[in-house]
C-alpha cells in the first residue's frame, strides 16, 4: 500500500517540476521496494531545486512519512517550500486528496 502513495508522491512531484532524471531515479527505487529511498530521492530533489508544493502535497508527504516511521526531521525541511498559490489543476488535486483521505494518520 505505501508504494501506492508514493507513485502518487513521485507522479505529482513530476507535474510539480521535478526533472525526468530525478523522478526515474526515485521510481527506480520504488520498483525495487526501497521505498525510502524513494521517498528521500524525491522530497530532497523538490527541496534542492526548491520547487514549491501545496499544503496538500506537504500533507502527503507528512502522511507518508507517518506511515514509514521517518522521524519529522526527515521531512519538515519540505515546510518551506510551501506556497498558499495553487499550482495543480483540479485532476491532479483530486487524485491528491483522495489519497490523503485515504492514507490513515495514526
Do not use: H, W
Amino acid at each position: 500500500m505505501i508504494a501506492k502513495y508514493i507513485l502518487v508522491l513521485l507522479d505529482t512531484a513530476k507535474f510539480l517540476g521535478l526533472c525526468e532524471a530525478d523522478y526515474n531515479n526515485a521510481k527506480s527505487f520504488l520498483d525495487e521496494r526501497e521505498f525510502g529511498l524513494a521517498f528521500d530521492a524525491a522530497i530532497t530533489q523538490l527541496y534542492e531545486y526548491e520547487i514549491m508544493i501545496d499544503q496538500d502535497f506537504y500533507n502527503l508527504i507528512e502522511g507518508i512519512a507517518k506511515r514509514m516511521a521517518i522521524s519529522e526531521d526527515g521531512y519538515s525541511f519540505m515546510k518551506e517550500l510551501v506556497s498558499a498559490e495553487n499550482k495543480l489543476p483540479k485532476q491532479v488535486k483530486d487524485k491528491l486528496v483522495a489519497t490523503l483521505k485515504s492514507l490513515k494518520f495514526d
